[in-house]
């Protein structure tokens, strides 16, 4: 059982050192002290009671000297713990870590693994970004772990730099389906439960780990069985189904399009999770996107949408910001993704959308850095529209072909890994030739906004 006593300061590397060692945008919460290269997740839950009982197995290796492993974990209770099969006897819970204390320490290289039960009600973490984690529907459940939600749900080193395999079994009332990330490996029914297995086999950062519960059918988008085809489905409450198979008719085409444009798609599968409830926002995880009843539209403003949570499988998903900071890498590319698509369909040029979006942006406020927004801002329109703008001003620059070639290059070198801004701006220099930190610069690292990108011409106003 877990200990009550309070930590003693210093005892372990991640109560001290992980302060420093974690994201700036996330003070105390993951950490550098090790890294998990493995999640084997065991979940039962009950949705009449918001009831969750969990196992958490992780396979992690040492990076320092340690004499207690701290881990991330909100409103669940750790009830038993073990560190290499044997039982640990001080384990202590407070604010939002779970401190292990082990009997002898760790150093550096030393692999180890922890096997924690856990239990409790799980609800969403509320904070500058709103609510984000476990949450309810008002029939079944949906996890948007984006930026620190995980520990909602699973105790883990919630950083994104730390990539791991997943594989998540949940339990849960007959007649739902759960869906998580990456290949579903396994199903079956007892009694009044079922059980469903995926496998994540490509390394995904912890916010982007997922578990959607509902009444959901599966339905095929595109069987993913031409040359360099990928299977495409949605899982879809029965009386939505007609509704989502025309809202999702152009996600195939998307496919093609980006895949011609950002490289091969970085994973087996793509599903769509269509909740039956009306939601704010889409929302991304590794291998899927979640959409509302709401975002089903043959309008530009929906499909936008479902463009730019299927570009965040390339950016955002198989290539990770190593640091919140640099969140323009998932959001400046999602929001030019759009405009691509849209130049692809023939609705509005790229040079159009960014015409418009620099319009907009220069009758507003100019007082966010896009290559380091801060944490209230990270999400912020600008931190979107201003770095598709960087990147449009990129490619007005050198063309498209070399544009193309770096996307694709940039994409391939860094799969399923992590990605800062200097190394893209160092790819950017290898692969155009040009000055790019120079090009850059002011769309990234000034509030002012640029004049104007257009083609053909080194700056407009």
Request: charged residues 20%; aromatic residues 8%; negative net charge.
């Amino acid at each position: 059982m877990s200990l009550p006593e309070p930590v003693s300061s210093g005892v372990a590397v991640g109560i001290t050192e992980s302060h420093s060692r974690s994201d700036p945008y996330m003070p105390g919460h993951g950490t550098s002290a090790y890294r998990v290269s493995r999640y084997e997740l065991d979940l039962d839950y009950r949705l009449s009671a918001n009831r969750l009982n969990g196992r958490a197995v992780l396979n992690a290796t040492a990076a320092r000297e340690a004499s207690a492993v701290v881990l991330d974990l909100v409103g669940l209770r750790a009830t038993k713990v073990q560190f290499n099969g044997r039982r640990v006897r001080r384990f202590v819970q407070r604010a939002e870590q779970l401190v292990v204390h082990l009997d002898s320490g760790l150093v550096p290289g030393e692999r180890f693994t922890l096997d924690i039960r856990y239990e409790g009600n799980p609800s969403p973490r509320r904070g500058l970004w709103g609510e984000v984690g476990w949450e309810e529907l008002t029939d079944g459940v949906l996890v948007a772990g984006q930026p620190n939600g995980a520990p909602s749900w699973f105790p883990c080193n919630d950083h994104p730099r730390n990539k791991a395999s997943y594989r998540i079994t949940v339990t849960t009332d007959a007649n739902y389906r759960a869906v998580c990330n990456g290949r579903l490996v396994g199903h079956s029914i007892r009694a009044s439960r079922e059980s469903w297995t995926y496998e994540q086999e490509e390394p995904m950062a912890t916010y982007l780990a997922t578990v959607q519960i509902g009444r959901y059918e599966s339905l095929i988008l595109d069987p993913g069985d031409t040359p360099g085809g990928v299977l495409q489905s949605a899982a879809v409450p029965p009386g939505l189904a007609g509704t989502a198979m025309e809202g999702l008719r152009l996600q195939p085409e998307m496919m093609r399009t980006f895949v011609s444009c950002f490289g091969p798609y970085p994973f087996p599968e793509y599903t769509v999770v269509v909740a039956d409830d009306v939601l704010e926002i889409p929302l991304e995880a590794q291998t899927m996107a979640i959409v509302g009843r709401n975002h089903l539209s043959p309008d530009w403003e929906s499909q936008r949408l479902i463009a730019h949570e299927l570009s965040h499988q390339w950016f955002g998903n198989s290539l990770t910001a190593s640091g919140w900071s640099d969140i323009w890498l998932h959001e400046g590319f999602a929001c030019y993704a759009e405009w691509i698509w849209s130049e692809a369909i023939g609705v509005m040029t790229a040079t159009d959308r960014a015409a418009n979006a620099w319009h907009r942006l220069s009758a507003g406020s100019q007082d966010l850095v896009v290559g380091d927004p801060g944490p209230e801002l990270m999400f912020d329109d600008r931190v979107y529209k201003r770095g598709a703008l960087a990147l449009h001003a990129l490619r007005l620059r050198c063309g498209d072909l070399a544009f193309f070639t770096l996307l694709k290059e940039w994409t391939r070198a860094h799969q399923h890994g992590s990605v800062s801004t200097p190394e893209f701006i160092l790819m950017a220099d290898s692969v155009t030739g040009l000055d790019s930190e120079t090009l850059l610069h002011p769309w990234l690292f000034e509030e002012s906004l640029p004049p104007l990108p257009l083609r053909g011409r080194h700056a407009a106003s």
